[in-house]
């Protein structure tokens, strides 16, 4: 079955320390997506990327870095740099060149950082 | 304005009963609409496309007001497993959706 897969499904890091979570799809969809969320709060779009090697800022890129090396996997780093970085993360995908394609979601990182 | 605001409820509505939630967005240019559920500590999982003309999935309806910039969902004969978050999700173009902070239901026996 096609789906989306993140790991692990949580993670804890000490203070300081860079971390990188895992978000691989084997739908062929061409765009890529990660969220932030917080308790009582919406998602926030981080980064996402329409195509291979090409990748854009969403509403909070601070202190969190991309790549797309190949169209199944999209990696998210959350360096030092982000200031509040304890949040559940969720990685999507769609068709790209399609408004009214839906996202489908991977089951989410939950990051802990003391 | 918000681009996309719900009401954060919680909604407590009997077993069986109808209940109604509406979202507004702030976009006129929006084109596409979609209510996603969200259960406790899980991933959202699309509910459902509204389209303009309105329309129904089951016990579900969604409808589409252009002119007041709103969505709505309507659930029929609610059941105990209906209990979730459900988000108003707007398309915002390339950089993909803007999500509503949810609207929390519980249905009760």
């Known amino acids: 079955d096609g789906g989306i897969t993140q790991s692990p499904k949580y993670l804890f890091r000490k203070e300081g320390q860079n971390v990188t979570l895992s978000c691989e799809q084997n739908l062929n969809h061409d765009a890529m997506y990660w969220y932030r969320q917080d308790p009582g709060q919406g998602l926030r779009l981080i980064y996402y990327?329409?195509?291979?090697?090409?990748?854009q800022k969403g509403d909070i890129a601070e202190g969190y870095s991309v790549s797309r090396e190949k169209k199944e996997s999209f990696p998210l780093t959350v360096t030092s740099a982000q200031k509040n970085p304890t949040a559940f993360y969720l990685c999507?995908?769609?068709?790209?060149?399609?408004?009214?394609?839906?996202?489908?979601f991977g089951n989410g990182t939950r990051l802990t950082v003391t | 304005r918000k681009e996309v605001e719900q009401d954060p409820g919680p909604f407590n509505v009997p077993e069986g009963a109808t209940v109604a939630f509406n979202c507004t967005y702030s976009n006129s240019a929006s084109q596409s609409f979609f209510w996603y559920r969200q259960d406790c500590r899980k991933e959202p999982k699309l509910l459902m496309s509204?389209?303009?003309s309105g329309n129904e999935d089951g016990r579900f309806t969604a409808q589409l007001n252009r002119a007041s910039q709103y969505i709505s969902l309507l659930i029929r004969d609610s059941k105990l497993s209906d209990s979730a978050t459900y988000l108003c999700v707007v398309n915002r173009g390339a950089d993909g959706l803007t999500f509503g902070k949810g609207t929390h239901l519980i249905i009760q026996p």
């Open positions: 999507a995908s769609s068709r790209a060149g399609s408004r009214n394609s839906p996202l489908h």
């Open positions: 990327s329409q195509i291979v090697n090409d990748f």
């Open positions: 509204v389209y303009s």
